[in-house]
Structure formats: structure tokens, C-alpha cells
Nanobody
């Protein structure tokens, strides 16, 4: 079973940037399953933000497309989320996750079954 630990969250002003990282342990196989970033803002449902598949195909929720970039370093077992042009609406707890056992159809958010503890991102006006 994989374990995930997020880092890189913090408080920045609107228009700023942050890079989140997710250290994945549990073997090299895990990093080759579907990987994703999610977020949950106060009073809102958990939202899938971005995914990256075994073939490095990526997808994004419309609200972050063009501003966020998901990537991974298989050799170091690290998942990244580069966040630029941040907005107050991006304020949320951000979680990385693995759809363990799945390599395809990574946009099926309900398949993600291993989660990190989360890192807080706060964007001020």
C-alpha cells in the first residue's frame, strides 16, 4: 500500500505561484498508476483538479487549465503541481492521490483510493 505526503502549501497573494510536491512511497509501481491532485474548499465538495496517466497524458478541471501544470518524476517518486496566477478561489486543502491498480481512464475521479494528508493553500486578495 502506497503512502503519500504532500508539501509546498502556504499563503500567497493573488497572482502568485506555488509548487506542491507529493512524495510517494510503496514501490515504483505506484507512480505508474493514475496520479491526481484534488482540493476541498470550505463549504464545497471535493474537486478533482488534475491527473496524469502512465503515458504522461494529463487532464485538468476547466477552472485551472492554463494556470496549473501536473507532472511527475518517476525516478524520485514525486508528483508535482505547479500553480501559477493563483486566485482567491483556489484557496483550499490540496490532496494528492493514487488510483492504485488503474493505469487508464484517470479522469474517473472515484477510482482514486490512496490519499495524502493534505496541504493548505491560502490565496489572499
Amino acid at each position: 500500500q502506497a503512502q503519500l505526503v504532500e508539501s509546498g502549501g502556504g499563503s500567497v497573494q493573488a497572482g502568485g505561484s506555488l509548487r506542491l510536491a507529493c512524495a510517494v512511497s510503496g514501490g515504483y509501481t505506484q507512480i505508474n498508476y493514475c496520479m491526481g491532485w484534488f482540493r476541498r474548499a470550505p463549504g464545497k465538495e471535493r474537486e478533482g483538479v488534475a491527473f496524469i496517466a502512465v503515458d504522461y497524458r494529463t487532464g485538468y478541471v476547466a477552472s485551472v487549465r492554463g494556470r496549473f501544470t501536473i507532472s511527475k518524476d518517476n525516478a524520485k517518486n514525486i508528483l508535482f503541481l505547479q500553480m501559477n496566477s493563483l486566485k482567491p478561489d483556489d484557496t483550499a486543502m490540496y490532496y494528492c492521490a493514487v488510483a492504485s491498480g488503474w493505469r487508464w481512464e484517470c479522469d474517473e475521479w472515484k477510482r482514486y483510493n490512496i490519499w495524502g494528508q493534505g496541504t493548505q493553500v491560502t490565496i489572499s486578495s
